[in-house]
């Protein structure tokens, strides 16, 4: 896997539209290598968390796709999946401040956050 200077982060159920047409779009700008989005950047046979500490840990910037319901987003057990330690999104974005990777949050629909 070549590493991308562009990690985008979302959550799939919230999302996912979203952050394949930004992918796309920063392929079309920046050249397709550029831009680290999972559901084409992880080879199914990869273990996925160690590819995603890869590409987190070599990227210039992560952008943050925001959807309306990324901060309310729960597990089963009702629990948010933002304050759980092991949720991935959570991950990422902790990962790239801990390695002082510059952080882009875009808003996706113009919504506004609440409840954060």
Same mark, same amino acid.
């Given at each position: 896997? +070549?590493?991308? $200077?562009? *990690? @985008? &982060?979302?959550? /799939?159920?919230?999302?996912?539209?979203?952050?394949?047409?930004?992918?796309?779009? @920063?392929?079309?700008? *920046?050249?397709? &290598?550029? %831009?680290?989005?999972?559901?084409?950047?992880?080879?199914?046979?990869? $273990?996925?968390?160690? &590819?995603?500490? $890869?590409? #987190?840990?070599?990227?210039? %910037? =992560?952008?943050? #796709? @925001?959807?309306?319901?990324? %901060?309310?987003?729960?597990?089963? &057990?009702?629990? +948010? +999946?933002?304050?759980?330690?092991?949720?991935? %999104?959570?991950? $990422?974005?902790?990962?790239?401040? /801990? /390695?002082?990777?510059?952080?882009?949050?875009?808003?996706?629909?113009?919504?506004?956050?609440?409840? =954060?």
């Amino acid at each position: 896997m +070549r590493m991308a $200077e562009v *990690f @985008i &982060s979302y959550r /799939h159920d919230d999302s996912e539209g979203w952050a394949g047409r930004l992918a796309e779009a @920063i392929q079309i700008a *920046f050249g397709g &290598s550029e %831009v680290f989005f999972d559901m084409e950047s992880i080879i199914p046979s990869a $273990e996925w968390r160690r &590819s995603i500490e $890869e590409a #987190l840990t070599s990227c210039k %910037v =992560l952008i943050a #796709l @925001i959807g309306p319901r990324w %901060v309310s987003a729960a597990a089963p &057990s009702g629990q +948010r +999946r933002l304050d759980n330690p092991q949720d991935v %999104v959570r991950y $990422e974005i902790a990962s790239a401040l /801990h /390695h002082g990777i510059p952080l882009l949050p875009v808003l996706g629909n113009g919504r506004k956050l609440r409840g =954060l």
